[in-house]
T-cell receptor, first 114, second 114 residues
Framework: DSGVTQTPKHLITATGQRVTLRCSPR?????VYWYQQSLDQGLQFLIQ???????AKGNILERFSAQQFPDLHSELNLSSLELGDSALYFC?????????????FGQGTRLTVV | EDQVTQSPEALRLQEGESSSLNCSYT??????LFWYRQDPGKGPEFLFT???AGEEKEKERLKATLTKKESFLHITAPKPEDSATYLC???????????????FGKGTHLIIQP
């Protein structure tokens, strides 16, 4: 158990809908990362937050957004969903903002868009 | 653009048959190279971080090494429970614009047969 908690574990929704994925980082970790994993693309970095503020953006679509709350949990919002958004979404957390640091991953949310 | 290429894509070994997995990378200033293990439907599990060429780290039957262009994950006398997908990732040395997120390879799917 990495200590990173993601909910829900599974989500099935229709095209055009909006969903929210939730992540609770390890105790004491200030940095949260979101990743998308699909069969053809592998693990892709989406976005990073540190202590409530957006720190870095990767391959995140404009239809997707995220935030980190004062209690450090984070939410990833996916809107106007398309079939191609079906994937595993992982949250990871780490203690440091920069420098050499390990990120620990949650068990993921499997999103299926039908 | 940071790139990570892992080979082979898949590897089937007999129990006790040692081998190595390769991770070749191109990055603008390497801050760290990470190895993760991922079981089906689970989140990546952290194994090692390597920071500079010549560094080596060991954990049970696994040993990771790093050169300026690639990293190897050596598996000695593997057991069936070592079956998993092994992921390599790099973190670039510059800041901003997604640099704090990891760039992953597509992984090596390892099967150890009893």
């Amino acid at each position: 158990d990495s200590g990173v908690t993601q909910t829900p574990k599974h989500l099935i929704t229709a095209t055009g809908q909006r969903v929210t994925l939730r992540c609770s980082p390890r105790s004491g970790d200030l940095s949260v990362y979101w990743y998308q994993q699909s069969l053809d693309q592998g693990l892709q970095f989406l976005i990073q937050y540190y202590n409530g503020e957006e720190r870095a953006k990767g391959n995140i679509l404009e239809r997707f957004s995220a935030q980190q709350f004062p209690d450090l949990h984070s939410e990833l919002n996916l809107s106007s969903l398309e079939l191609g958004d079906s994937a595993l979404y992982f949250c990871a957390s780490s203690v440091k903002l920069t420098g050499n640091t390990e990120a620990f991953f949650g068990q993921g949310t499997r999103l299926t868009v039908v | 653009e940071d790139q990570v290429t892992q080979s082979p894509e898949a590897l089937r070994l007999q129990e006790g048959e040692s081998s190595s997995l390769n991770c070749s990378y191109t990055v603008s200033g390497l801050r760290g190279l990470f190895w993760y293990r991922q079981d089906p439907g689970k989140g990546p599990e952290f194994l090692f971080t390597l920071y500079s060429a010549g560094e080596e780290k060991e954990k049970e039957r696994l040993k990771a090494t790093l050169t300026k262009k690639e990293s190897f994950l050596h598996i000695t006398a593997p057991k069936p429970e070592d079956s998993a997908t092994y992921l390599c990732a790099v973190q670039a040395g510059y800041s901003g614009g997604g640099a704090d997120g990891l760039t992953f390879g597509k992984g090596t799917h390892l099967i150890i047969q009893p």
